[in-house]
């Protein structure tokens, strides 16, 4: 039996020692090593030999596998470095390349897209876009804008509000206009987080005599969370100012827009409505564009978009309340100022996530804002 363990001793560190990968010596580990090896299988077999051979046997046995398993863990280590070296040479990296497949470049976020595409076409109206500070006082986001002073919207649970003029505003108590300039108000007043981009059109009006024609946008906060409201949100707000102005001038202009946002075959409708700074006041909607106004699909069943209605609710608009233009201050930068004899306008302010909405069938607001790659990818 000595003789045999000294044949697989020498047969298996011949094997070994001329394996060529560690998956080949990984086999030859199994096949003397094993459980079910010949040499293991001795070792389990010592107790079963005579009292005068079982030492002697024993010895050889583990003498056997201790040098076996030595032998395996270097030629391991050899195969181990010899195999590194050899991904190191192949798989070798240089950084100067182009990567493979090149990386795209990336896409402006849906609301950008939306915000961009709202703005040209108002650019090839004629209108000029501007926009305003986000922390606004009260004066402009609120009285300048004929809110009365009850109105729901200036409580503190509707609206953020921030600081008195005197703490962050500077030694007068000024509030800034669009160049810089504006009307001095006390240093007491209140800071707030600005509710709708309204406040541009009074700081646009005291920055520019009239004719005027801008849209203003940027973002607007409010205390509202769940699918359909979110604490900061985006508008455009619309502005002109000119003489012989009348709501029908409001209702062309919104049926461009309307054709070149969500298609050449809509139409636009005007509901009366109430807005503090509007006179008349108007909701208006524009001809489902899922259904083509129908209100139903062509299978028959409801439109799921305008929920069978033909039409959808896209912004609120006006003719500009005379009472605004009393709180533009005459001057001989804008002389002779908006008096409401002689000028007339119409505003309106939209939604861009609702715009994008409407347009994408986006179902939840929350959904611009946990950058999930699978929805912005969508956009790109």
Request: hydrophobic share 35%; net charge negative; charged share 25%.
């Amino acid at each position: 039996m000595i003789e045999r363990i000294q044949a697989l001793r020498a047969q298996a560190e011949g094997e070994i020692a001329s394996a060529s990968s560690s998956e080949a010596l990984e086999e030859l580990r199994v096949r003397y090593l094993g459980r079910k090896a010949e040499l293991p299988q001795m070792l389990r077999g010592v107790a079963q030999l005579e009292p005068a051979q079982r030492g002697e046997v024993g010895r050889a046995a583990n003498e056997a596998r201790q040098a076996l398993e030595q032998t395996i863990e270097a030629r391991a280590a050899e195969l181990g470095a010899q195999e590194l070296q050899r991904h190191l040479e192949e798989d070798r990296l240089d950084v100067t390349l182009p990567g493979g497949p090149p990386q795209p470049i990336g896409a402006l976020h849906v609301l950008s897209a939306t915000r961009r595409e709202l703005e040209d076409i108002f650019l090839g109206l004629g209108f000029t876009v501007m926009e305003g500070p986000e922390i606004e006082t009260v004066h402009y986001n609120f009285d300048a804008l004929n809110h009365s002073p009850t109105h729901p919207a200036r409580a503190r649970t509707d609206t953020f509000y921030v600081a008195e003029q005197g703490v962050h505003g500077d030694a007068s108590g000024r509030s800034a206009g669009p160049s810089g300039s504006g009307a001095s108000r006390g240093a007491g007043e209140e800071l707030l987080l600005r509710t709708h981009t309204s406040p541009m059109q009074i700081r646009a009006m005291e920055a520019h005599p009239p004719p005027l024609y801008v849209v203003i946008p940027g973002r607007v906060y409010r205390p509202d969370s769940d699918a359909t409201h979110t604490p900061q949100f985006h508008q455009i707000e619309g502005l002109a100012v000119d003489e012989d102005i009348t709501l029908a001038d409001l209702k062309g202009t919104l049926l461009v827009f309307a054709r070149a946002a969500f298609g050449d075959q809509r139409d636009v409708r005007l509901r009366p409505h109430f807005f503090p700074f509007t006179e008349p006041s108007v909701e208006v909607d524009v001809s489902c564009f899922n259904c083509d106004g129908k209100g139903f699909l062509k299978d028959g069943s409801r439109c799921y978009l305008c929920k069978g209605e033909g039409w959808l609710e896209v912004l609120g608009a006006g003719e500009v309340d005379p009472n605004v233009y009393a709180h533009v201050p005459t001057s001989e930068r804008n002389a002779p100022g908006y008096d409401p004899e002689k000028v007339q306008g119409f505003a309106w302010g939209m939604g861009v996530e609702r715009i994008a909405m409407l347009k994408h069938g986006i179902p939840d607001l929350r959904l611009y804002l946990e950058n999930d790659l699978r929805f912005l990818e969508q956009f790109g």
